[in-house]
């Protein structure tokens, strides 16, 4: 079974930046081989794809509303995947998750990250 485990998240005032880790574990998963996504689900809200790299980071991904100011990365050696986040916003409050993109496996705990006005 695959084990996502995101961190980095918290509490900054808007036009802070935060960094998000995720690191997947797994017998039979081969990280180095799946695109893989960053998403966010706010309350009241359906998650989101908000950004997505492929495997070996050849291209990437952004949804409309944070281009510019998020960067996905990774580091297949660590089997992690980041997403700097840049100038945040009060709407970029969420729980953020990471999965492969489509999503395949069951997901992690996710990572608070509250922006502040």
């Known amino acids: 079974q695959v084990q996502l485990v995101e961190s980095g998240g918290g509490l900054v005032q808007a036009g802070g930046s935060l960094r998000l880790s995720c690191a997947a574990s797994a017998s039979g998963f081969t990280f180095s081989t799946s695109a893989m996504g960053w998403f966010r689900q706010a309350p009241g809200k359906e998650r989101e794809l908000v950004a997505r790299?492929?495997?070996?980071?050849?291209?990437?991904f952004y949804a409309d509303s944070v281009k510019g100011r998020f960067t996905i990365s990774r580091d297949n050696a660590k089997n992690t995947v980041y997403l700097q986040m840049n100038s945040l916003k009060p709407e970029d409050t969420a729980v953020y998750y990471c999965?492969?993109?489509?999503?395949?496996?069951?997901w992690g705990q996710g990572t608070q990250v509250t922006v502040s006005s």
């Open positions: 790299i492929s495997s070996l980071s050849y291209s990437t």
């Open positions: 999965n492969t993109n489509p999503p395949r496996h069951s």
